[in-house]
């Protein structure tokens, strides 16, 4: 089955810029919507933000809204989240998932993601 890989989590000061990138071993991603959650200790998992199949539609979470950047490159095979001045309430196992749909646009509802990654962790702390 198809397994994700998130990369570019870390250690980051608030006001600070991350990069995370998720892609997959041995499948594309150009037939996906692709999503972006993150859940904090003690908390539950809530999506960040998402982007169609085509990159053509996209939705944020109101944190996140002017801040964060989903972006998808085909041709790479990689879904990105540029997330730029972070806060401490940023801090969470960020995670990609994957939807199997037919939908020209994009969820960031976890139950309708057919495949997960097992994330990484972004710490933002002074």
């Known amino acids: 089955q198809l397994q994700l890989v998130e990369s570019g989590g870390g250690l980051v000061q608030p006001g600070g810029s991350l990069r995370l990138s998720c892609t997959a071993n041995?499948?594309?991603?150009?037939?996906?919507?692709m999503g972006w959650f993150r859940q904090a200790p003690g908390k539950e998992r809530e999506g960040v933000s998402c982007?169609?199949?085509?990159?053509?539609?996209?939705n944020y979470a109101d944190s996140v809204k002017g801040r964060f950047t989903i972006s998808r490159d085909n041709a790479k095979n990689t879904v990105y989240l540029q997330m730029n001045n972070l806060k401490p309430g940023d801090t969470a196992i960020y995670t990609c998932?994957?939807?199997?749909?037919?939908?020209?646009?994009?969820?960031?509802?976890?139950?309708?993601?057919?495949?997960w990654g097992q994330g990484t962790q972004v710490t933002v702390s002074s």
């Open positions: 041995g499948y594309t991603l150009d037939t996906y919507a």
């Open positions: 998932a994957a939807d199997v749909t037919l939908r020209a646009d994009c969820t960031m509802t976890r139950e309708k993601y057919d495949y």
């Open positions: 982007i169609s199949i085509s990159g053509g539609s996209t």
